[in-house]
């Protein structure tokens, strides 16, 4: 498949991607900043989040499930406190309103939550982290989403896979971006097993009965099993509560597919928590986060030909070699993107 | 080993707790603080951060390992930040003082955070998670610990199994307390399976070159895995910067041990987040929180003899049950704690 593929320039790419939008009646603003999410979801090595979303997010507008024409209603509840009811905008213009609305009000009193209701999918946690960062803010962000996986113990999906992200700005280098959703391992890469007709390991999914599984078909047909059973379990829960049941949205079994029902609200919610790392530990901060993360990086490696990494390094690597050498994605995607453009 | 156990009421047990850390140099206040935590940690079920450390951190008081008149010095660096020197206080003592900064603030600002450097074991999060949702608040909260971890990928120890906890209240039940280390399984079930000859699960743990074992000496030997591998790993170094790098604290290498140098400083640091919870969601909060934990509640369970429970439900049931019946530990600890009290 790899001569299927095409590299194109980063900033060409985005502003196909953009042109798609606007085609589908989406003001040139928003469509931009939906452009670059996507694409530096992209760069960063997300595809599952990157350029293929484009012509589906095209498809719900066009289905009546996106509105291109927001209201967004923002609400201070107290002064590092906002709600916003995004009125089912684009999912990365109402991400990044949350975002400006947190780092504003955390650069007042040191740290602000915002959440989002009545939104749709977010894209890619790590873009949104990579801006606080260049601004100097660690940042806490989450994302409820569609019922995919069971409760600890039990045997119907009851809430989403939903990812959490983590980072803290590095003055001197990339920064610490840990951006992970709760299963122990993604539905592409148990799709890619049963392709390739390979078992998948033990501890990666359950059968429909809650049963353990190493067969992809069975485990497509049942759920994706939580990092560290429980905790992983646990910790979607609680994405869930910071992110759709604080702001007054959407939670759990209420949150509608956009799979399923493409048409519809899927009354997706989101929250920001943004902190100002360097007000508080001052001016050593940076010399401080260097240490850190040199500890980390010079850790002896299990395997000499794979140097540690900390999370972030990887995908901001990836995002600056694609910045300077092109986007490599899908032929037909390309197309598709650049038909959708009118 | 059930034969050697007793069971004495909890108040008893406080007070016996209080008596020996006073006995040991501790102000009367801060003894009983101290008991307090441990107490509710080990009625909760945590019994490896309960009662057991009565003695241990009174060991390590004898040993100039833990300061019994500390200065503790606050510092607000803005109106939601607040970093605390705890001068190498009892950790309990240092956690419920971050506590109290932390549920100040937000109760002003909505949202705040307060970090603790210089400190002790904190010993279990969530008896002041409990302590923040009885009061009607969401707490996020985390410590570091001396390094027992790899990164992801790495061959050396680097980080401590840091915990993480999340908890939200919910004013008609039990609050949601999700209460987490980063590694599968807790070291204290190797142990186990090494008295008893059993091999351990895969995905356990590594040997010390980093290799999987289902060997429990080989698994002590060597390392704890993460759950859900990078992921976990990219956790614990997370819940460190908040914990111990933010507050201007020691991280990482830096966190001595209290097992190999109980008599030194361990330098180790917590992290509050408070969040009133029910001023930004309003005067629906309660029963939106009541329907969230009923739907997990509901879900059918893979085990018709297993319900299904949200995080802190069996915890939670455990304290009532314990303040009811009173409280089972080893009778040989019962009367070391009472041995401590002069």
Request: hydrophobic residues 45%; negative net charge.
């Amino acid at each position: 498949m790899a001569a299927d593929t095409v590299t194109v320039a980063a900033d060409e790419l985005g502003a196909l991607a953009a042109a798609a939008f606007v085609h589908a009646g989406v003001p040139e603003g928003d469509a931009r900043e939906t452009a670059e999410v996507l694409l530096v979801g992209e760069m960063m090595g997300i595809p599952t989040h990157g350029m293929i979303r484009v012509p589906e997010y095209i498809r719900r507008i066009g289905l009546g499930g996106i509105n291109c024409s927001p209201q967004m209603r923002i609400d201070r509840r107290a002064p590092a406190l906002a709600v916003i009811d995004a009125d089912n905008a684009l999912g990365p213009v109402a991400g990044l309103r949350g975002l400006a609305e947190a780092l504003e009000m955390a650069r007042q009193v040191g740290i602000a939550y915002a959440g989002i209701a009545e939104s749709n999918h977010v894209g890619p946690l790590a873009p949104y982290a990579l801006r606080a960062c260049e601004d100097g803010m660690a940042l806490i962000l989450g994302t409820n989403a569609s019922v995919t996986m069971p409760p600890w113990g039990g045997a119907a999906a009851r809430m989403g896979n939903n990812p959490l992200c983590i980072a803290l700005p590095n003055p001197g280098g990339p920064h610490f971006i840990l951006d992970m959703a709760m299963s122990v391992a993604a539905r592409g890469k148990i799709r890619r097993a049963l392709k390739e007709g390979a078992a998948i390991p033990e501890g990666w999914a359950v059968t429909r009965d809650g049963a353990p599984t190493t067969d992809p078909a069975a485990a497509l047909d049942g759920f994706l099993a939580p990092m560290g059973g429980h905790k992983g379990a646990g910790l979607a829960q609680a994405v869930d509560l910071l992110a759709g049941l604080l702001p007054g949205g959407a939670f759990l079994t209420a949150i509608s597919s956009w799979i399923e029902n493409p048409g519809a609200p899927p009354r997706t919610g989101h929250f920001f928590i943004a902190l100002d790392a360097m007000r508080l530990r001052g001016p050593d901060y940076g010399p401080a986060m260097q240490d850190f993360l040199e500890i980390i990086t010079a850790t002896p490696p299990a395997d000499p030909a794979r140097p540690v990494l900390y999370p972030g390094l990887p995908e901001q690597r990836r995002l600056a070699a694609a910045r300077a050498g092109g986007v490599t994605l899908p032929a037909a995607l390309l197309e598709e993107i650049r038909g959708l453009g009118g």
